[in-house]
């Protein structure tokens, strides 16, 4: 069964959403993460994707004590990502209670880092961040795109260990136009024994069970629960 995985990104403290990755395009929707966190917590929900977008800006990790705050006055799992540059970084993340390590930038600038990192915390603790406009990676907060193949940088990773995956397709994330399902299925066609978590767009329940029919892992949500598009008490089927 595919895992609701609801986000809550943070920009000055604040949990916001996005259009496209634009910061000139937020949307304030609670003053206090923790707020959104225990809602999500209230309804059933597990786990919880947590974005530093002040992080992803500034090269290092700004928000971690509200990433702190979340998982010591909750009982959700939470992954965090943004502005992990360094191993300071990386320890803070994880001394301030997440789960997991989303990391995309430094696997494309230095990768034999990420490797160490993968080697010495393990694959169920670092999840590869694959986010892309056109197939192709971009990397910094969504600001730079490069020539990295999506396809090319999954089979590099997957041959060093990596099992999960987080793939936002930026230009459907925020929009509630939809997601890229056929990016999706055919990442899962390709690499079969990857852990999918999709993400950007999603913005109905009949995506949510098109892509748990395909073998997806995890669906990240976020504008679509903000804003009403889905419901919490409509996905218990799911929890």
């Not at 034999?112 to 197939?135: E, H």
């Not at 987080?166 to 459907?172: F, G, V």
């Not at 024994?193 to 009949?206: C, H, T």
């Amino acid at each position: 069964m595919i895992s609701i995985i609801p986000a809550i990104d943070i920009l000055d403290g604040k949990c916001v959403r996005l259009e496209q990755g634009d910061y000139r395009l937020k949307k304030v929707y609670e003053e206090d993460p923790l707020v959104a966190a225990r809602r999500f917590e209230d309804h059933g929900i597990k786990r919880l994707h947590v974005v530093d977008l002040d992080g992803a800006k500034a090269r290092r990790v700004v928000n971690w004590n509200s990433l702190e705050r979340i998982v010591s006055r909750t009982s959700l799992t939470v992954d965090f990502g943004g502005g992990i540059k360094s191993e300071s970084d990386l320890k803070v993340v994880f001394d301030s209670g997440a789960a997991m390590a989303v990391i995309g930038s430094i696997a494309v600038s230095d990768p034999d880092l990420f490797q160490t990192w993968l080697f010495a915390y393990g694959p169920k603790k670092i999840i590869l961040g694959a986010d892309v406009r056109n197939k192709k990676i971009a990397v910094s907060g969504w600001t730079n795109t490069t020539a990295i193949e999506l396809f090319d940088f999954l089979k590099q990773y997957k041959a060093m260990g990596v099992v999960q995956i987080l793939c936002t397709d930026i230009s459907r994330d925020g929009m509630l136009e939809g997601s890229s399902v056929e990016l999706y299925q055919e990442i899962a066609a390709h690499f079969a024994k990857l852990q999918i978590i999709a993400s950007g767009g999603i913005s109905s329940l009949k995506e949510i069970h098109t892509l748990n029919e395909s073998g997806i892992a995890g669906a990240v949500i976020g504008k679509a629960l903000y804003e009403g598009k889905i419901k919490l008490e409509e996905l218990k089927e799911f929890l």
